[in-house]
């Protein structure tokens, strides 16, 4: 369960265990508070409601003279309402509680436990549904007479929620007697709804805000990146950052950070709130927090700008090499051909164009990350390839390009069987050449990519951009180069009538690419969403030909119609195979057993060395690097003779789960394999691009004496 255990706690040593125990307690305090009267609580009378039982609860049968004890607002809410923190988040009120104290007596505030995220539409409420707990210490003075029944009066009023919000008050009695000797009653209960306060943080928090930005850093003992699953802080105070964001976390050996989002509000000069932590093991535990705002603390401990802008361009240009983009080499190469002889004017405006198209492309995806991130959803690199919709248009956009190339129909461009590279057109394809070029590649990650779109994610969002510029200008950097020296172009073959024959040969790749996005489609939204896209594919065939016949001519105005009546044909499907998607997902084929978070840790604590495969249907260096390094005959006898399990983690459907595990080891995409020693330790991160022996040696060193 790594180093943080059970109750979340942060440490080894003599502290551990009566953390643990508060946690136990807590367990068991919940099932008991499940069940009324199991608890043997001095307890008012309820005031109920279709929406929730409130009831007000004493710790003790009987109270001593000058001894505190506590009571406790208990509220039972019905499935589906809740209530509200201390901060209630984008809307709510907290509960309140009021005493009428006989004069000598002192109560405390009101304590809250650690709330929750209760996402509702755009908005985030934090509170809690079910049940919650509401402590409050109270000491009567040192006077009373053992023998009297001292009656507490309380009133309470509180907002519950559910897709309306009802105000709700009730008024609550306990008869207390009065003993020279306290006699505890429901200390279970208590003890329970104590362990659910946030503690006090055994951690040193750093804060600072940078624009619309900011940051949350926290250091202390026991904090490695294995041992954190999620982490989310709540601040005390309201429209300090906004509640929806997502705080994309950084782990690191000692200490971790969180982003974040500033809200509209101005920024208190001590931050205060609540951080909830749910540990390897699936358990949460919440912590006080208080700093004072400075310089906006570094993710990850992170990479400076200069070194992820120099990564992202590094894994640009190697991008050029994946299978990914072998398609569009064919596009390229063309484009490349057609440039032989051209005037130098020409090749620089080609160049330029292709450029702008990778570059702005590049950002486009980067601010669409952050868009859908900022709505509180999990989206790495590649996210879109998670949709079966955008698959299955992708899958057509291929199939229409190759047809273009087969000669079925006719664009401007770099794809175009006419001349004329100094028309608009020619640079518009060039564009749009590159558009394509980046929308085909998200589905494979170059060495450094990972690093650098991990690090640019956690950044202010202007050096996100950055960051992504720098890898389209990476990806593009090869046919850039002919802008800067056009006179490269001028060694190229001549062109002739080798170029159409060429041109038709290579809509092969493009009907390849869209043959193994079909196959994707498969994975993820089964046989009906491979039916809806293979008719889609006729469509847009029929749509094809029909525009091949306009221009060539005859008909024109009919022909145009039909190819617009299939277009649109072909896009009402999209619809229903985003249905599909969700209803009729088959599992793709994987080595060894399904990932689970669980499985890893029952693994680990039996000593076993333990291989994981992040992969996905979608990912071409995924299922390259399984056929040559993974599902070898040689590779597969290593794994058994070591007793390595292998977990496949299939994010084809872009698993939330999986989404996290990669942020917790620094990666927004696929794919990604983790190497967990025999004996424990932390896992080794492979290389992206693996080799039958870069696997093997992993085995002999993941499992020494094997």
Excluded at 457 to 478: E, N
Excluded at 558 to 563: C, E, L, N, Q, T
Aim: net charge neutral; with cysteine; hydrophobic share 55%.
């Amino acid at each position: 369960m790594g180093r943080w255990g059970i109750g979340a706690c942060p440490w080894q040593g003599p502290g551990v265990s009566s953390c643990r125990m508060r946690a136990l307690l807590a367990v068991l305090g919940f099932l008991l508070m499940a069940l009324p009267g199991m608890a043997g609580a001095l307890e008012s009378a309820p005031v109920t409601s279709p929406r929730a039982t409130v009831t007000l609860v004493s710790d003790v049968a009987a109270m001593a003279p000058g001894q505190p004890f506590r009571v406790a607002l208990r509220q039972r809410m019905a499935p589906g309402w809740h209530t509200y923190w201390r901060n209630p988040g984008d809307a709510g009120q907290p509960p309140e509680l009021t005493l009428q104290l006989p004069e000598g007596w002192t109560a405390g505030e009101l304590q809250f436990p650690a709330p929750h995220r209760i996402p509702f539409g755009p908005l985030v409420n934090f509170g809690y549904e079910d049940e919650a707990v509401f402590l409050m210490e109270i000491r009567p003075p040192a006077n009373l007479v053992p023998g009297q029944v001292q009656r507490l009066e309380a009133s309470a009023d509180w907002l519950i929620c559910e897709r309306v919000c009802i105000p709700e008050e009730g008024s609550f009695t306990l008869d207390i007697p009065v003993e020279a000797t306290a006699r505890p009653s429901a200390q279970v209960l208590f003890a329970a709804a104590e362990a659910a306060l946030p503690r006090a943080a055994a951690f040193t928090a750093r804060i600072g805000f940078e624009g619309g930005q900011g940051a949350i850093s926290l250091e202390g003992p026991g904090i490695t990146a294995q041992a954190l699953r999620e982490a989310f802080f709540f601040p005390l105070e309201q429209l300090v950052v906004e509640n929806a964001a997502p705080q994309p976390l950084t782990a690191r050996e000692g200490g971790f950070t969180l982003g974040l989002t500033r809200a509209a509000g101005a920024i208190p000069a001590t931050v205060e709130g609540v951080v909830a932590i749910t540990d390897a093991a699936g358990v949460r535990g919440a912590y006080w927090v208080s700093a004072v705002p400075g310089p906006m603390p570094a993710a990850g401990g992170g990479m400076p700008l200069w070194q992820a802008l120099l990564f992202a361009a590094l894994g640009g240009v190697i991008l050029n090499l994946m299978p990914c983009v072998f398609p569009i080499l064919a596009m390229k190469a063309i484009a490349v051909a057609r440039l032989s002889g051209a005037d130098r004017s020409v090749v620089r405006a080609h160049s330029a164009a292709y450029t702008a198209g990778v570059v702005l492309s590049f950002v486009a995806i980067g601010a669409a990350l952050l868009g859908v991130r900022a709505a509180g959803a999990a989206a790495g690199w590649g996210f879109q390839f998670t949709s079966p919709l955008f698959v299955g248009a992708m899958a057509w956009l291929m199939l229409a390009v190759g047809l273009n190339l087969s000669g079925v129909y006719a664009i401007g461009g770099p794809v175009s069987a006419g001349s004329g590279l100094a028309a608009k057109g020619g640079k518009a394809g060039s564009f749009f050449t590159g558009v394509l070029a980046v929308l085909v590649a998200t589905p494979c990650t170059a060495p450094f990519m990972a690093a650098a779109i991990g690090a640019a994610l956690a950044m202010p969002p202007s050096s996100t951009l950055a960051v992504f510029a720098a890898m389209g200008l990476g990806l593009a950097l090869p046919y850039a180069l002919l802008g800067v020296f056009p006179g490269f172009a001028r060694v190229l073959p001549r062109p002739g009538a080798w170029m159409d024959r060429l041109k038709q040969f290579l809509a092969f790749p493009m009907y390849l690419a869209a043959a193994w996005l079909v196959w994707v489609v498969a994975q993820q939204a089964g046989p009906d969403g491979t039916l809806m896209v293979l008719v889609g594919a006729v469509l847009v065939s029929m749509a094809a030909w029909a525009l091949g016949l306009a221009q060539q001519g005859s008909a024109r105005r009919w022909f145009m119609a039909g190819a617009a009546l299939s277009l649109i044909a072909a896009l009402a499907l999209l619809p229903m195979l985003r249905s599909a998607g969700t209803a009729g997902a088959t599992a793709s084929a994987q080595l060894g057993e399904p990932w689970t978070a669980a499985r890893v840790d029952a693994l680990r604590g039996e000593g076993r060395p333990v291989f994981v495969n992040l992969t996905a249907a979608w990912c071409i260096s995924c299922k390259v690097n399984e056929r040559v390094a993974l599902d070898t005959t040689a590779v597969r006898a290593a794994f058994a003779a070591s007793n390595v399990t292998v977990l496949t983690g299939d994010w084809t459907n872009g698993e939330p789960a999986i989404t996290a595990l990669l942020r917790a080891h620094g990666r927004d995409g696929v794919p990604l394999y983790l190497f967990y020693p025999a004996g424990g330790g932390e896992p080794a991160i492979l290389p992206q691009i693996l080799t039958e022996g870069m696997v093997l040696q992993a085995i002999a060193a993941a499992t020494p004496g094997a």
